[in-house]
Each structure stands twice: as C-alpha cells, then as structure tokens.
C-alpha cells in the first residue's frame, strides 16, 4: 500500500469514462446511489428537488471529492416532457448515458376508498411512468453504444402489498413489470436492466412515515421506529443507503453482464415470511 500522500488523485476503475443519470438523487437512496457511482469514477448527472445551495453544495462536493464531472438538472419527473428534457440534457452535457438509475419516488399513505385522487396520479406518474419515459428515451443511445444498464429502484412492494399503500403498491408492481419487459427487449444486446427492492432504508421517505405512524398509535418516534420494523423487517435493523448503493454497484460491474430482468430484495428477510 502506498503512504496517503504518495496516492494517485484520481484511481482508474472499470467505472471509469462511464456515465450515469441517477433521478431523485438529492437525498436518501438516490444520493447514496450517484456518491458511489462517483467514488468509482462515473460522471453523474443529479436529479431531484430541495433547496438550490444545498443541492448546489452537494454537487460540488462530489465533483470536488472523486474528481468526475457532476451535473444537476432539476426535471420534475412527474411530466413526461421533463423526464424527456432531462435525458436529453444528460446526452447533450455528458455525450453518453451508460447507467440509468430510476429512483425517484414518493408515497402517501390512506385507505384505498379515501385515496386522494391526485396522490394516486402524482405517485403513478413519479414511480412509474417517468420510469418508461426516461427508459424509452435512454434506449436508442445504449444500443449505439452495445453496452448500458438500467437498475430502477422498486421495493417489497413492487412484489407484495401492504395496507394504506394502494398507488406506491400498484406502482412499484407496475416497475417490476415494466423491469421484466425492457430485459426481454434488450436481452443479448449488452443492455440489463434489473429492479432493486429495498425493505425498509432509513430516509426522508420513511421518517415521515415514522412521524406519521408515531402520532396515530400515539408511541415516541423510537417506539413507532421499532414497530414499523418489527411489523414487517425480520432483520430488526433498517437496510442502509450505501448496501443499496453497493447492489447498484455489483449490477454495474461486469460479473453481472448476465443478470438481466431480475428483481433482487435487500430487505433483511422481508420476503421470506
Ligand atoms: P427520499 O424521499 O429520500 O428521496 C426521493 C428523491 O426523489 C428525492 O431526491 C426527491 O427530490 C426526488 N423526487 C421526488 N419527487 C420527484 C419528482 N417529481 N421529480 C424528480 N425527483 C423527485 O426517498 P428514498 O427513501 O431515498 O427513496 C428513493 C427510492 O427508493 C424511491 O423510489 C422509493 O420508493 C424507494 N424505496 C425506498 C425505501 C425506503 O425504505 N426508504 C424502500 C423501498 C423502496
């Protein structure tokens, strides 16, 4: 091992010259997912909304930090014109797109006859459909380039339900799906596309669940913490960012040029109940 001092600034790895567009990138999953992708030398292009300087902060840190070329575009994936816009930015700034990471999502919680109309429209149209419009618009360019990988961010629930989650449950299905489709449709040409599915991940996501459960039940925020992941994560301890960010990684990486069209869990034993 060389001293710290005597170490090349930039490191060569087989991610290296590679590029990525990670949606939702601006916090939990999806931030974990583009600093690893960076920390491996892959150009990033961040998605995902917040506050301008924070994000602004963020996208210089790991830009400064891994020495890869960073970039934001604020598209609000909720509108097929702006999931279009942001790949074709991502192609115009970045040349390439050799990963596409679909992460960005939402969730609201209701019983299904109470279900507001458009938290239904607005988590279908984040969790599932920006899905297909950035997939449909990524293709072309991977095939050009015989090489590409799509990983998009499902859950458990894109492969059982749980209660009071209709639209996040019909959506993270509908990816799965829509996961199998493109793997049978590029199958052979260099191109995988696989779903991740988390259990439970301590992010924003779920500590506004944890809020919101810890007033219904009337518990502490540790007691609703501890109940949401007896209920459901055998495990006992929440899955972290960087497990998923390092799956990413593996589905990147040549050793996985033959997994294609699946729908692997991380969900500390969730789905084996
Ligand atoms: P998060 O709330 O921390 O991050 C969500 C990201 O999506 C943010 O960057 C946000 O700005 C972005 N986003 C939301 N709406 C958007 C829109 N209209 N356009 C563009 N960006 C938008 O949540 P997270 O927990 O990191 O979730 C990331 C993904 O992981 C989601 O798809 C979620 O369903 C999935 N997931 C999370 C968990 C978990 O336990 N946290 C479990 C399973 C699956």
């Known amino acids: 091992m060389l001293p710290n001092k005597e170490k090349p600034a930039i490191q060569v790895s ?43 902060r963020e996208r210089a840190e790991l830009a400064r930090t891994f020495h890869v070329e960073v970039l934001y575009n604020g598209a609000n994936l909720s509108q097929a014109n702006e999931c279009e816009r942001l790949i074709e930015d991502a192609l115009a700034r970045l040349g390439h797109i050799d990963i596409l990471v679909n992460n960005a999502g939402i969730q609201h919680v209701a019983p299904v006859e109470d279900f507001p109309v458009d938290r239904w429209d607005s988590i279908l149209a984040v969790n599932l459909t920006a899905a297909f419009h950035t997939i449909r618009k990524t293709l072309p360019n991977m095939r050009r380039l015989g090489w590409g990988r ?37 199958a052979g040409s260099g191109i995988t596309c696989n779903a991740i599915c988390p259990g439970w991940v301590l992010t924003p996501l779920v500590e506004r669940q944890i809020e919101v459960k810890a007033a219904a039940e009337a518990l502490s925020c540790e007691g609703a913490t501890q109940k949401l992941l007896a209920e459901k994560q055998p495990s006992g301890s929440f899955t972290t960012v960087e497990q998923i960010a390092s799956l990413a990684l593996f589905l990147c990486a040549e050793g996985a040029n033959n997994i294609t069209g699946t729908c692997i869990p991380v969900d500390g034993g969730w789905l084996a109940q």
């Open 150 to 186: 799509v990983i998009n961010i499902a859950s458990t629930h894109g492969l059982v339900a749980s209660s009071g989650k209709a639209a996040y449950v019909a959506a993270k299905h509908g990816l799965v799906g829509l996961t199998k489709v493109v793997a049978l449709e590029t």
């Open 14 to 56: 087989a991610m290296t010259g590679r590029t990525a567009v990670v949606t939702g990138s601006t916090s939990g999953i999806g931030l974990g997912i583009a600093r690893a992708l960076a920390a491996d030398g892959c150009a990033i292009m961040l998605n995902g909304f917040g506050e301008p300087d924070a994000i602004e």
